[in-house]
Structures are given as C-alpha cells and as structure tokens.
C-alpha cells in the first residue's frame, strides 16, 4: 500500500473501488439498504431506493454508519460515536521547529477520550477527538472550540491558532474496543467495531471478512473467532455515552 493511502481514507476508498471495478464488480452509489427480509430458503432480500438485490450472501461493512436496525444480527453490538477534526492554517517555520512533528508521524494519545493529529504534507496541523453525542449537533461551534483548547493544551504555542476546516465523522465502537470480523447469521458476515483503527485495519478487514464469505478458514486470532459482545440496556447507549463523556472528561 502506498504511503499516502494508510494516511487518507478517501483515496484508500478511491483505490478499492477502481480495483474491485477493474475485477468485473458492479457498483452502486446512494443505494441505502432499507428493508432486508430473510426467506425460508437463507436468500436474502434487500430493498434499496433503485430496487431489491436477492442473494445468499451479504457483507455488512458500514461500520458506523450501519443503520442499527439494519439486522437483527447486528442489532445493539456497536455504538456509533462521532469523531471530529479541526485542521489549521499552515504552520510557520517558528512553529514547525517548536512542535516537533513531521507528516510521516500520527500520534494518539492514551486517555480514555483520546485526541490525535499529525502534520498534513502542506504543513497543517490537523487534530481530532471526540464530538458531539448526536449528529444534529456535529456542526455546533463548541464541539470546534473544545478541540481547539485540547489543541492548545498540547501546544501551548499555538494557542490562539484558529481552524480553517471543521468536520465530523461516525466511527463504530464495540463494547469491550475490539473489531471483529464474523458471520453472525446464515449468509451474514460483517466487519464492525474498529474504532480508532479504521484506515489501516480496513484494508485487513476486508480481505478477512471476503474469505469468510467464500468459506476460507481465518487465523486463530480473537478478531476472528468471536462475535461482537452486545451492549446491555442497548436502547440506553446515548445516556451511557453522556454519562461516560461526563466521568472522563
């Protein structure tokens, strides 16, 4: 894989997709599954808003942005929680020579609310964390704010820097913080839970969870041979991540 490609999602996505295009797959944009029966035979049925596809096999690999009723299978085994970055103008020399960070370098510090960052090739600062509990609130200023004071509370010489670009994303979060691949049901196999790991992980990921469609034998390794432990009181998971925000803050 190539150097930028572990750094940058959307050129990693860019990349899978010309692959799998190459290879003869078909691919469908702004198809959301929205119903999925399961007949007597094990075929599945799933409607999208250009129609139904019927097969014995689907991966499910949205990973936060799975729908939670998507299937019962899944259902209550991961919390989407949003993460948000701001990222600054371009740093000065001064500024570079007192941080101390290069772009080939991304940190992630160890609290329970992690923050991470590294330099972007074009020297800004880019700096992530936590956001808000609900996506009607990701774009609230004080979700921006807060990363800016975590921001200056690392760098204290950059206190006062503004942030040119602010956004947010959903990442998926299993109870005990560890990603499986796994078939849950009959003609079911999923790849959920890798929060804080994604970029990397999904290129592992998706090979894993391809071979345990095609009935290939994975590693003895605990990402594949167990399932995604459900959430208790799973309808509660939002009151449970504000009281979490509130303990660790």
């Not at 990349?15 to 959301?32: E, I, K």
């Not at 991966?59 to 993460?83: C, D, E, F, M, W």
């Not at 701001?86 to 290069?102: G, M, S």
């Not at 940190?107 to 808000?132: C, E, H, I, N, S």
Request: glycine letters at 8%; charged letters at 15%.
């Amino acid at each position: 894989m190539g150097k930028t490609l572990w750094r940058n999602p959307l050129l990693l996505a860019a990349s899978v997709a010309r692959q799998a295009d190459q290879a003869g797959a078909q691919l469908c944009s702004h198809t959301p599954v929205q119903h999925w029966h399961t007949d007597p035979q094990q075929q599945h049925h799933l409607t999208t808003p250009a129609g139904t596809i019927r097969c014995a096999k689907v991966i499910i690999a949205s990973n936060g942005y799975s729908a939670q009723n998507l299937h019962p299978s899944v259902q209550g085994r991961t919390l989407p929680v949003l993460s948000s970055v701001v990222v600054t103008r371009p740093l000065t020399p001064t500024e570079l020579a007192t941080i101390k960070l290069t772009s080939q370098r991304l940190v992630m510090d160890t609290r329970a609310l992690k923050y991470y960052f590294r330099l972007l090739p074009d020297q800004r600062l880019l700096f992530g964390g936590r956001g808000a509990i609900t996506g009607k609130d990701a774009d609230k200023p004080r979700y921006r704010e807060h990363l800016l004071a975590a921001l200056a509370d690392t760098f204290s010489c950059l206190r006062g820097i503004q942030a040119e670009y602010f956004w947010s994303g959903w990442v998926s979060v299993a109870l005990d913080d560890y990603p499986r691949i796994y078939s849950p049901s009959t003609g079911v196999f999923t790849s959920m839970g890798y929060c804080g790991a994604g970029v990397t992980f999904t290129q592992l990921a998706g090979q894993r969870v391809a071979q345990l469609a095609m009935g290939a034998e994975l590693p003895a390794l605990p990402f594949y041979q167990s399932a995604l432990p459900r959430f208790p009181f799973a309808r509660f998971r939002r009151l449970g991540q504000r009281f979490y925000y509130y303990v660790h803050r």
